[in-house]
């Protein structure tokens, strides 16, 4: 009991005793599972930070597929992967970088392949209603990143070279240097791949003919992955300056540079070597933060610039040598962003929390370059700017030590249109101090305004779309036993149910061309389990394994577009009603060996969950292990990993006419040396 | 302790539960007359599929082409012609053209080398043209040696803007229209194969068809709101193809979408859509007051005439994203048959 009073005590005062030191460490500490009141009722999944560190090739979409019950659909390595969250779409996710909301604005999406996971040293998802404390629109869930200064000091180096199947080079560089005043970090990631790993493409067949051009003989060619290629730099500069006690600035800087072939698709008979399809991306995301801590409250102000160029580029030789534009597409973006939070506790009860954000938005999408009627020149394209405004402010009740009461109040501006107010209730209830079982519920309205491109895009964007609108519900139960000797274990399930008006899809006009609509209504839901155990087995080995499953039923209710329709009762398509993964390592003496599993269901590709022979995408599973080692020295810490992919060698596709590599294999080596 | 291992392997290297080539032995040589059912499928996907229907019987059989060959049939399947008794189905993004066998659906040869095949049109048994989009060429082919023997390049038309469409013949001169972002309709002397003369008409021509009086017709879509390239009322065209004039122009309001300019067989009554279905003897002098067929609330996506029995089909994509169906009507407008078919039905060729 003595133990766990000075457990909430610490808790509490957490923030107050931050304030005092001058070293300030604003992470937050989790004491033996005991609830932080920021957190009350919060249904969140924390990323270890081992997983986010395992390997230097991964993206943050690898480590979510691994690592949590959140569907990630790829289009293939290095390519577009979307996460969505208890059956939504990808759009309903939110995702902020350092309390900066990343989501592309023409999009409403984040594409996570283009987020090193080695840049992030803290990832959390907020499952469906807990999305409301950090943001409006996450009708699925959201997912903060952030990054966190390291505690050395003076000069770090940590320098990482990987080498993988199909000519894959993943080099990763961070110095940093550090005082009780500041610290400093500068990382370098550059990732290449000739990515022309070899399947057997059975969606096509290869014709031999005779003299008379008759067909004597076909096969399944077994092909390379054609125009797959890749080439990613990351930097990211951050700086961190304790300026007083409880004061401290931070600069975080990142840079991309993508350059990345789109691989023909299965169906594909074209000459790869007569066309050139390709992506390039230019972003700098920037955030400029002061917090500020004082015994009882607590202020937080950003500043931050995002600027993104995508190109994308489709060009053949059409027999003269050279190459001619098909397409040729440029969009730019500009976002400016400014957010101020505060907190404030009043005694160890309440804390009270408000915060307004502010992103203004200048878009300009050129999408084709014609000749008019007249003769002159001609781009097809728009170019918009929308503000949008979030603010939210929240009490926080724990009025005796075992319940806790949140109530979250937001609302949005997104240029002209005004969500009606987003209301968050989170209740949650210790139920044993043994086992530390504790029972969480939650409810909320959220909104999602349409994304620039749904309002604007040329041709088919629809001004008229109505904002999506949703009720989420959940509920579940969590326990973490850290009181047994050499072994601690955790888990939790969670109830949840939502309901989507107004979804938005992109359908065909009279005109041919797309155009957004409101036409569904959707009912997600569901049963989330996750499930952790760590055991110290004497003589130096320990053992850690989590594991994650979702049920998400994500079915079309609205009605009928067309008496002919038959999608509705049904799951929507791409999207798995189970999922489920694993992730163990086995430690000994430095050496460490590692098992990720995961698992996705059947997941229909047509709407009205037809069983025809494209009609679904057959359910999979995936095994990835690891060894790894670890030496020291007194000059320098190495390590030195190898890593074999799609153990089993396992032929299945996550989209449609995407081919996906079998096994494959890499190689990291590491070194950390000591100054 | 061996058991729960040899479960969880079991579990970790369970595999995929694909059926590969599985090949379908299909004949519907007995069925006489028929049509087949294009179905475009979803781009970027590769699930177009061919569906075929048997008007007697009323019976449909989809996914032809994958069942009869196990492979797919690619990524938007926009066209099908029969000449010398073979299909011939243009696969617009797989950038393939395949020659199948009627009777079987089996795939008897390929011709690739394209930049994004839209119609095919024969001319001879060794001579063919392919129209196309994202190009500013119209492909010459040679059906039997399956292969691209050179190109008819459009004047004014770049290759991102290239948009060439639909073709009819008359004697020797060859008919196109030009769609995306273009307004024009060119003629071709098949002899030469040069460009000899063209017609400007609205923006954006989506359909062309010959009737009994060697009359060109054409409908335009009129652009869309907001398009640099203009925006105008839509019109359907009566062309004299000798002297590339327009003889009568059947406006229409503006933000109406015509589409799929069809005949039926004795090429006297012209067909299309415009939210409903429209009829019109070519010889007439205004558009009629009343459609043939009231929609049904949807998007009509293809249609058809019975060049027999003048039937009219028409296909309904539904949401685009699950097997579309097809509405049978007699001349008179009744309702008689409809069935489902593939994603996107899109395109009709009749046996």
Request: hydrophobic share 35%; aromatic share 12%; net charge negative.
């Amino acid at each position: 009991m003595r133990q766990l009073s000075v457990i909430l005590i610490l808790l509490l005062s957490s923030v107050a005793a931050w304030a005092q030191e001058d070293i300030i460490d604003i992470e937050e500490i989790t004491v033996l599972g005991t609830r932080p009141i920021r957190d009350i009722g919060v249904q969140q999944t924390k990323i270890d930070s081992v997983a986010l560190k395992e390997n230097i090739s991964l993206s943050m979409a690898d480590v979510l597929t691994f690592n949590s019950s959140i569907f990630v659909k790829s289009y293939g390595r290095a390519t577009l992967s979307t996460v969505s969250f208890r059956g939504t779409s990808p759009s309903h996710t939110q995702v902020t970088w350092n309390g900066m909301r990343i989501n592309n604005p023409m999009l409403g999406s984040t594409d996570f392949s283009t987020i090193p996971s080695f840049f992030i040293d803290d990832a959390t998802l907020l499952h469906g209603t807990s999305s409301v404390n950090e943001t409006g629109g996450g009708l699925g869930g959201a997912v903060k990143l952030s990054t966190t200064p390291t505690d050395s000091e003076g000069f770090t180096l940590q320098y990482v070279q990987g080498v993988g199947s199909y000519m894959t080079f993943d080099e990763y560089l961070r110095l940093g240097w550090g005082n009780h005043r500041w610290h400093t970090s500068t990382r370098v990631a550059l990732s290449t791949s000739r990515n022309d790993f070899r399947y057997t493409n059975r969606d096509k067949k290869l014709n031999i003919y005779d003299d008379e051009m008759n067909i004597i003989s076909q096969y399944y060619p077994t092909e390379r992955n054609r125009s797959g290629s890749w080439r990613d730099l990351h930097i990211l500069q951050e700086a961190y300056c304790d300026i007083r006690q409880g004061d401290r600035i931070a600069l975080r800087a990142w840079y991309t540079n993508s350059n990345r072939e789109l691989a023909m698709l299965t169906t594909d008979y074209a000459d790869d070597s007569d066309y050139d399809n390709r992506q390039r991306e230019d972003t700098f995301r920037g955030v400029l933060s002061w917090d500020h801590l004082r015994s009882t409250w607590k202020m937080d102000a950003n500043a931050g610039y995002i600027y993104t160029w995508l190109g994308y580029d489709y060009l053949r030789d059409p027999g003269n040598g050279t190459m001619s534009v098909m397409t040729r597409s440029r969009s730019r973006i500009n976002t400016i962003y400014g957010d101020v939070k505060g907190e404030y506790y009043i005694g160890n009860k309440w804390l009270f929390t408000a915060d307004i954000a502010l992103y203004q938005h200048f878009v300009e999408s050129r999408d084709k370059s014609i000749i008019l009627q007249d003769g002159d020149r001609g781009i097809v394209g728009y170019s918009q700017a929308r503000v949008e405004l979030s603010g939210a402010v929240s009490a926080k009740w724990s009025p005796t030590d075992n319940i806790g009461l949140s109530l979250v109040l937001r609302e949005e501006l997104h240029g002209t249109r005004i969500s009606p107010i987003i209301p968050a209730l989170f209740v949650d209830a210790l139920i044993s101090k043994r086992g530390n079982i504790t029972a969480k519920a939650s409810v909320s309205r959220n909104y999602r305004t349409p994304s620039l491109n749904d309002l604007y895009f040329l041709p088919g964007g629809n001004p008229n779309l109505r904002s999506e609108r949703g009720w989420s519900y959940d509920a579940g139960i969590s326990f973490a036993v850290n009181n047994i000797e050499r072994v601690k274990i955790n888990g939790s399930a969670t109830w949840f149910d939502s309901y989507i008006s107004d979804w938005i899809l992109w359908l065909p006009t009279p005109k041919g061309f797309f155009s957004p609509r409101n036409v569904k209504d959707v009912h997600a839901y569901g049963v989330e389990l996750k499930a952790g155990l760590w055991c110290d087995m004497g003589k130096g080995w320990t053992m850690d394994v989590a594991a994650n499953y979702s049920w998400t039923p994500s079915i079309n209710c609205g009605e009928p577009m067309t008496p002919a329709d038959r999608s509705v009762g049904k799951q929507l398509p791409y999207v798995p009603k189970h999922t489920a993964t694993i992730n163990g390592t086995l430690a000994w003496r430095g050496w460490s060996f590692q098992y990720k599993w995961c698992y996705y269901s059947k997941r229909y590709t047509m709407s009205s969950n037809d069983n025809t022979l494209t009609g679904q995408l057959p359910d999979y599973y995936m095994s990835n292990i690891a060894l790894a080692k670890q030496l020291h020295f007194s000059w320098a810490d190495l390590s030195i990993k190898g890593c074999i992919n799609n153990l089993f060698d396992e032929e299945y596709l996550s989209v449609l006419a995407r081919p996906m590599p079998g096994i494959n294999f890499q190689l990291f080596v590491g070194i950390t040396p000591k100054w | 302790m061996k058991r729960a291992l040899l479960i969880l392997t079991l579990f970790a290297t369970a595999c995929m539960k694909w059926e590969y080539g599985l090949t379908e032995d299909i004949d519907i040589s007995t069925s006489g007359r028929g049509l087949f059912i294009c179905n475009e499928g979803n781009f970027q996907y590769g699930n177009a599929s061919l569906s075929y229907y048997n008007p007697e019987t009323r019976a449909v059989e989809n996914e032809m082409f994958y069942r009869a060959n196990a492979m797919k049939l690619g990524d938007v399947a926009q066209s099908m012609t029969i000449y010398d008794g073979y299909g011939w189905i243009v696969v617009n993004n797989s950038h393939v053209i395949f020659k199948i066998d009627l009777d079987t659906c089996r795939e008897v040869g390929r011709i690739t080398g394209f930049t994004s095949p839209r119609y095919i049109h024969f001319l001879s048994d060794t001579k063919a043209y392919d129209t196309q989009i994202w190009d500013n060429r119209i492909a010459i082919v040679d059906p039997k040696r399956l292969e691209v023997t050179g190109y008819i390049e459009v004047p004014n038309m770049t290759m991102e803007q290239g948009s060439t469409e639909q073709m009819v013949q008359l004697g020797d001169y060859l008919y196109v229209n030009c769609w995306s972002y273009q307004n024009r309709i060119l003629k071709i002397d098949t002899r030469t194969d040069e460009i000899v003369a063209e017609l400007t008409v609205g923006i954006q021509p989506t359909s062309l068809a010959m009737d009994c009086n060697g009359k060109l017709w054409t409908v335009t879509d009129g652009g869309y709101d907001g398009s640099p390239y203009g925006y105008e009322a839509p019109a359907l065209y009566r062309i004299d193809p000798t002297t590339m004039s327009v003889e009568h122009k059947f406006d229409f309001k503006r933000g109406d979408a015509p589409s799929e300019v069809q005949l039926n067989g004795a090429r006297d009554t012209i067909y299309w859509i415009n939210d409903d279905i429209w009829a019109m003897s070519v010889d007439a002098d205004r558009v009629p007051v009343r459609p043939a067929i009231d929609s049904r609330g949807t998007i009509y996506y293809g249609l058809t005439i019975d060049p027999v029995n003048e039937d009219i089909y028409i296909a309904d994509a539904i949401d685009y994203t699950q097997q579309g169906k097809i509405y049978r009507y007699t001349k008179q407008g009744e309702l008689i048959d409809e069935f489902y078919v593939g994603i996107i039905p899109g395109a009709f060729c009749w046996r």
